[in-house]
């Protein structure tokens, strides 16, 4: 499996940004796909997941702000933020694993991961 993300940035607080991560190899028929975020100095934590049944679920601090989705047919897993604050400023990560993993995501569930898209917020 290779992840490989884009769309990162930099925007002004309030803005939007929408990343993408471009899934090959991905074949397993049950899956979890998931977003995770790294600021210098901190711990990774997650941001949003969505399962291959479609289920999603995200950190409270992201609910309201920010939308994931998946294309199955593309293979594209997405996350659509708006509203950005500068506490959103931390390198984005995309994730996966078979089967139907908890939501909100779980950073040791996850195998396969992404190298990271930067976005940074000002204020």
Same mark, same amino acid.
């Given at each position: 499996? +290779?992840?490989v993300?884009?769309?990162g940035g930099s925007?002004?607080a309030?803005?939007?940004l929408?990343?993408s991560?471009?899934?090959s190899g991905?074949?397993?028929?049950?899956y &979890?796909?998931?977003w995770?975020?790294q600021a210098p100095?901190?711990?990774?934590e997650a941001v949003?997941?969505?399962r291959?049944?479609? /289920?999603t679920g995200?950190?409270?601090s992201?609910?309201g702000?920010f939308?994931?989705?998946y294309?199955n047919?593309?293979?594209?897993?997405s996350?659509?933020m708006?509203?950005?604050?500068?506490?959103?400023?931390?390198?984005?990560y995309?994730a996966a694993?078979?089967?139907l993993?908890?939501?909100?995501?779980l950073r040791n569930?996850?195998?396969?991961?992404g190298q990271? &898209? +930067?976005?940074?917020? /000002?204020?």
């Open positions: 499996v +290779q992840l993300e884009s769309g925007v002004k309030g803005g939007s929408r990343l991560c471009a899934a991905l074949t397993y028929s049950t &979890t796909m998931a995770f975020r100095g901190k711990e990774r949003a997941g969505v291959s049944s479609g /289920s995200y950190t409270d992201v609910k702000r939308t994931i989705s294309d047919v593309k293979r594209i897993l996350l659509e708006n509203n950005l604050k500068p506490d959103d400023t931390a390198m984005y995309c694993n078979r089967w993993l908890p939501l909100p995501p569930d996850y195998y396969y991961w990271g &898209t +930067q976005v940074t917020v /000002s204020s």
